[in-house]
């Protein structure tokens, strides 16, 4: 049973009967946390919003624990108390999940960020949640290793919110998800119990793989307070393209020759159109170093060998002919990391992230410009391509109620009639939860809910995100 089944409730949540922050629960968390209690709203402010500034709650209260012991004794005590609880890392997400609605209690992991051990010869990193993406590549590079994972957020978020999101970005093509890479996790659950699962190894079948369950699962089912993750090799020779495709089918046929001629050597195939790249000169100055044309490939090498790396590319790029560029791949990778950024400049940002079959993913770009007509400003598409991602993005001057009624449900319709996902990497949470029937079956989502219920039986953990409304105890 998909869509039209199950009446969508795009209203905003009402809050839940949980109980709220006394003096007793305040010298409670000051005596646990002392310094760490932060209560001053200016303090507070920022996390209260989300990186898109399109949702805020209302929080009082914002704990920062520095170990697994004290995240226990928080939720021990809320868990007891009815408190609810909002998990926070970087709070780069971009579904509303990690800001509370109303008045949840913001719990951040962002001082929980030391590095537990590292194994150079496994290639196997244990952490805290709190630990900074970038910081831990920072870490790896100086280790000759790298993380297998890459965002234009890496400043800010952290491994925690990766897992907890089960992030993809620009490395997944050649470094899989994270549900592949990510070995174990330690996770605290609703009711203070520590749940370690921190193996460190490649290979473990003695039953249930717990761990899986938390990743991705947006902060619902447990804090998750460290992750050993498996780390790849530093690649010795790193080459980044930038080229300009004349039509969508022109650079499939791209994508495909590509596989074929780098093979092994290709890390990651992104795209960007010609809007994006327009709002990129405008809104942040950067210029296009090729010829203009309707669509912008980002492709990388990685290999052991650059003479090896670098005649392949070549050849690959005479066989392709088309403008091209191969130079630093900083200036490069900024052209399609920083379009999320560009966008924010542009107006209030709709943001849609779809799974579908690669040769269907620019229709709905196409699609959905015929349809909106003049009713927005932009619509831009990139994403993904070796992923069968798009990011459709859609602009308007300010916050359109009626614009967002062309959109919705008409994006998950089209989406969900060519099987796609509504969610390829950012989650659910606050904004897509009573989406989930379009991507998944009733008795899927029904069984969801009797997993949240058997962890988290007062729903305590992140109410109000990923799981639908009529879903929440
Ligand atoms: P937060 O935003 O703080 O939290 C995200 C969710 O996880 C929330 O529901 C929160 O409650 C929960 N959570 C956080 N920490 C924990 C924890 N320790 N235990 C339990 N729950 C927790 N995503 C991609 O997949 N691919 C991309 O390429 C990508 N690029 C991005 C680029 C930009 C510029 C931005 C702003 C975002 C991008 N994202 C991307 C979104 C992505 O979800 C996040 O950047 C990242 O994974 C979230 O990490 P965070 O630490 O900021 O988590
Ligand atoms: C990206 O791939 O750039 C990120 O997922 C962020 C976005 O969708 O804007
Ligand atoms: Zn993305």
């Known amino acids: 049973g998909r869509g039209p089944d199950h009446p969508v409730i795009s209203a905003a949540p009402l809050r839940k009967p949980f109980s709220k922050v006394t003096k007793e629960d305040l010298s409670f968390f000051r005596n646990l946390l002392p310094g760490r209690t932060i209560t001053d709203p200016d303090l507070i402010r920022s996390s209260n919003i989300d990186w898109l500034r399109t949702v805020h709650g209302n929080s009082e209260i914002l704990l920062r624990p520095k170990t697994t012991e004290e995240v226990s004794e928080i939720l021990r005590h809320c868990n007891k108390r009815n408190l609810a609880v909002c998990p926070q890392g970087g709070n780069t997400g971009l579904v509303g999940g990690s800001v509370p609605v109303f008045d949840e209690i913001i719990l951040s992991t962002s001082l929980m960020n030391q590095v537990i051990t590292f194994d150079n010869i496994s290639g196997i990193l244990t952490c805290q949640a709190g630990c900074v993406l970038e910081k831990l590549s920072h870490f790896l590079e100086e280790r000759d290793f790298i993380m297998p994972l890459d965002l234009g957020a890496k400043g800010s978020c952290q491994i925690g919110g990766n897992v907890s999101t089960n992030a993809g970005g620009l490395r997944l093509l050649r470094y899989g998800s994270l549900r592949g890479t990510v070995l174990g996790l330690e996770v605290v659950l609703a009711d203070g119990r520590v749940l370690n699962c921190l193996a460190t190894l490649r290979k473990d079948n003695t039953g249930y793989d717990l761990k899986q369950l938390f990743i991705g699962a947006e902060g619902t089912l447990g804090v998750i307070t460290a992750v050993s993750i498996l780390c790849p090799h530093k690649p010795k020779s790193l080459n980044v393209a930038f080229l300009g495709c004349s039509s969508f089918q022109h650079l499939l046929e791209t994508f495909q020759c590509c596989r074929g001629m780098l093979g092994e050597i290709l890390s990651a195939f992104e795209f960007l159109d010609a809007s994006c790249m327009k709002l990129l000169e405008k809104h942040l100055k950067l210029s296009n170093p090729i010829t203009e044309s309707p669509f912008y490939i980002v492709l990388e090498t990685a290999g052991s060998n650059a003479a090896h790396d670098e005649e392949k590319l070549h050849k690959f790029l005479e066989a392709v002919m088309t403008s091209s560029l191969v130079i630093d791949g900083t200036a490069l990778w900024s052209l399609r990391e920083r379009v999320t950024e560009a966008l924010t400049h542009d107006g209030y940002t709709y943001k849609y992230d779809i799974s579908l079959p690669v040769e269907k993913i620019y229709d709905l770009v196409q699609d959905m410009r015929r349809h909106l007509g003049d009713k927005a400003k932009n619509v831009v598409g990139y994403g993904h391509v070796g992923d069968g991602n798009l990011h459709l993005n859609i602009t308007s001057p300010s916050k359109d109620p009626r614009l967002l009624a062309a959109i919705e449900p008409y994006v998950y319709e089209w989406t969900s009639q060519w099987k796609g996902s509504i969610s390829a990497e950012h989650g659910l949470g606050l904004k897509k939860r009573n ?34 409304d009529n879903m929440h105890r």
């Open 435 to 468: 989406y989930i029937h379009y991507s998944k079956h009733s008795e899927v989502v029904a069984l969801m809910g009797n997993i949240k219920a058997l962890l988290d039986p007062k729903g305590i953990l992140n109410p109000y995100k990923t799981l639908p």
